[in-house]
Structure formats: C-alpha cells, structure tokens
C-alpha cells in the first residue's frame, strides 16, 4: 500500500502562489502590460515572482521606473544591477523631463516630486500605450491602498474613482480596458510589511544597502528624522540643513525608499535580514506612518494623488 504524504504550505507559500496567478492572469488579458520597478523592496519581490512565473522565458512586460532625479544613488544604482543581471528592458522616464517639458511646475526648487510623479507616470503611459501597470503596493500601507482592487480601474484621464471599481469575487479578476483606459494591478496586495521581510529573507534577495543600519548625518526637522547632504547619482549634492539646524551622525536605516525629500530614515541597528524581521515584528508604526512625510501632510493625502494617477 503506497504512503501519501499530505504537504502543507506556508502562508508564504499561499502569498506566493497568488501572487504568481495575478502577474499571469495580467500577462493572459493585457496586450501591452509594464511592470514598475523603482529597485525598492516591494519590486524586488514582484521581480522574483515575475521570475516564477514566466522563466525560462523572458518576461511578456518590460520594466520601468519613474525617477524623481532625486532617489537615493544606492537605490538607483542597485535598480540598474538587477535589471541587467534578469537581462530585461527597463525604461526610465524622469520628473525632470517633463519639468523641461512644462508639464510639471514646482512651486519652490526644493518641493518634493514624489506627487508629480503621476504625470510622468501618465505621459509615459500614453507615450508607450500602456494597457496596465504592475504595482508593488500593499494593503497595509495606508488606508487609501487598503481599499483598492487587485485589479484597479483607471479611467481615460488616468484618475481612480474609489466608488467605481469592479468586483473582485472569488478571486476572479477582470483586467480588460477600453483603448485609453488603465489598469493599475497589485499582485502583493494582501502582503504585508511582515511578510515582505520574511519572502526576502526565504528567497535570499538582495536588496540596496540603505535599507540596512548605516551611519548617516541628519537632521531632526518636523519630528522626524531628515538626513542631510546626500549625493545624486548626478553628482549633485541635496537636503542642504536649514540654518539653526544640528547636524547629528546617527545609525539609521530605510524602511521604505522614495524622493529623498520626503523619505524619512527610522533609528536602527538592524544590519541584515533577520533582525530586520525581529524589528519589524515589534514596531507599532506602519512604515509609510514613519517615514513617508509626503502621506502626512492631510489624513487624505494618499487617495487624492492615486485620484489624479498616481501609482
């Protein structure tokens, strides 16, 4: 008599699974997909299971990022590494383009981009005829992402209408468009930040180096942690302290990465993998919650830049 033996999955292993049945369900009804790839964490796990999904083959999108032309060099330089190494194409499209173009007009030259990013997004978009957009964002991030679809709807202007989204019943997705219209699919929406930590510690991802304890000059500015003086990969030199304030080298590191001029640093000594998850395991703040200044400028923040298109 043969012995079965029952397997039992991981709630990775169930996340993963998912995960992979959405990147392929977007490649089976999208004609002209792009995945977004910036060369943070959360695209580094989609890159990995965009690789389960699709390989030996090459993948059916290519990548692209959306560059402020202030993110950190690490990140910059780690994004261009790994896009080489997977031997896919990856396209850059810059804030500082369409600033040249007219499309984007700062109110000051230290505004934050991060929100203008939705119109490169949207140039991009038209420029390549994108019918649909893979994503890293996840639920528990903030509370406008909490209430969006896997599969989420953006009209001809490239807005989302919170109220005018399609059911998403028995995991069944629909990711058909009209020429002009988008979708916006997020495969590790049910992921959490847990959970991230934990596929990249399974996987043995690498990943840039700021998101690791580092030393670091910063500033205390607003509450939060600023760092100050930090070098572009132009060369450039960016975050200038404000008179008055102190410079204090600190052990810091990212628990999310974006424009430099918004993305704030958390007190740590968490120099790999594991004790990132130990950390992560006991804090009380989301990640966006501690680092992202640009979500707290209103409780609404977030919902009215994915309103004018943004990621």
């Given at each position: 008599?043969?012995?079965?033996t029952k397997e039992t999955?991981?709630?990775?292993?169930?996340l993963e699974s998912e995960a992979i049945y959405i990147l392929r369900e977007v490649a089976g009804q999208c004609s002209n997909p792009v995945l977004l790839f910036s060369g943070g964490k959360d695209s580094l796990c989609i890159l990995r299971l965009a690789e389960k999904a699709f390989r030996p083959g090459r993948f059916p999108f290519p990548l692209m990022h959306i560059d402020t032309g202030h993110n950190y060099k690490e990140v910059i330089d780690f994004r261009d590494q790994r896009a080489a190494e997977l031997g896919e194409r990856l396209?850059?499209?810059?804030?500082?383009?369409?600033?040249?173009?007219?499309?984007?007009?700062?109110k000051s030259a230290d505004e934050p981009r991060n929100k203008h990013q939705s119109v490169t997004l949207l140039?991009?978009?038209?420029?390549?005829?994108?019918?649909?957009?893979?994503?890293?964002a996840r639920r528990d991030e903030e509370k406008a992402?909490?209430?969006?679809?896997?599969m989420s709807f953006r009209d001809e202007f490239g807005q989302w209408d919170p109220k005018n989204q399609r059911p998403e019943l028995w995991n069944l997705y629909n990711a058909r468009s009209h020429k002009g219209e988008n979708i916006r699919a997020f495969p590790i929406s049910n992921w959490t930040e847990m959970d991230v930590w934990q596929y990249i510690e399974r996987e043995k991802l690498q990943l840039p180096s700021i998101y690791f304890a580092h030393q670091r000059d910063i500033v205390m500015r607003g509450g939060a942690i600023m760092p100050v003086n930090v070098p572009l990969a132009s060369g450039e030199v960016i975050n200038?302290?404000?008179?008055?304030?102190?410079?204090?080298?600190?052990?810091?590191?990212?628990?999310?990465?974006?424009?430099i001029t918004c993305t704030a640093p958390v007190i740590s000594d968490s120099d790999n993998v594991a004790k990132i998850v130990l950390e992560t395991a006991t804090t009380t703040i989301t990640e966006r919650g501690a680092t992202r200044l640009d979500d707290q400028t209103s409780d609404a923040s977030m919902e009215q830049r994915k309103k004018e298109g943004y990621f």
């Amino acid at each position: 008599m043969t012995s079965l033996t029952k397997e039992t999955l991981s709630h990775l292993d169930w996340l993963e699974s998912e995960a992979i049945y959405i990147l392929r369900e977007v490649a089976g009804q999208c004609s002209n997909p792009v995945l977004l790839f910036s060369g943070g964490k959360d695209s580094l796990c989609i890159l990995r299971l965009a690789e389960k999904a699709f390989r030996p083959g090459r993948f059916p999108f290519p990548l692209m990022h959306i560059d402020t032309g202030h993110n950190y060099k690490e990140v910059i330089d780690f994004r261009d590494q790994r896009a080489a190494e997977l031997g896919e194409r990856l396209i850059v499209r810059s804030v500082e383009d369409s600033m040249k173009r007219g499309s984007v007009v700062l109110k000051s030259a230290d505004e934050p981009r991060n929100k203008h990013q939705s119109v490169t997004l949207l140039e991009a978009i038209e420029e390549f005829g994108f019918d649909c957009c893979i994503g890293g964002a996840r639920r528990d991030e903030e509370k406008a992402r909490a209430k969006e679809r896997i599969m989420s709807f953006r009209d001809e202007f490239g807005q989302w209408d919170p109220k005018n989204q399609r059911p998403e019943l028995w995991n069944l997705y629909n990711a058909r468009s009209h020429k002009g219209e988008n979708i916006r699919a997020f495969p590790i929406s049910n992921w959490t930040e847990m959970d991230v930590w934990q596929y990249i510690e399974r996987e043995k991802l690498q990943l840039p180096s700021i998101y690791f304890a580092h030393q670091r000059d910063i500033v205390m500015r607003g509450g939060a942690i600023m760092p100050v003086n930090v070098p572009l990969a132009s060369g450039e030199v960016i975050n200038q302290p404000k008179p008055g304030e102190e410079i204090i080298n600190m052990q810091v590191r990212f628990r999310t990465v974006g424009d430099i001029t918004c993305t704030a640093p958390v007190i740590s000594d968490s120099d790999n993998v594991a004790k990132i998850v130990l950390e992560t395991a006991t804090t009380t703040i989301t990640e966006r919650g501690a680092t992202r200044l640009d979500d707290q400028t209103s409780d609404a923040s977030m919902e009215q830049r994915k309103k004018e298109g943004y990621f």
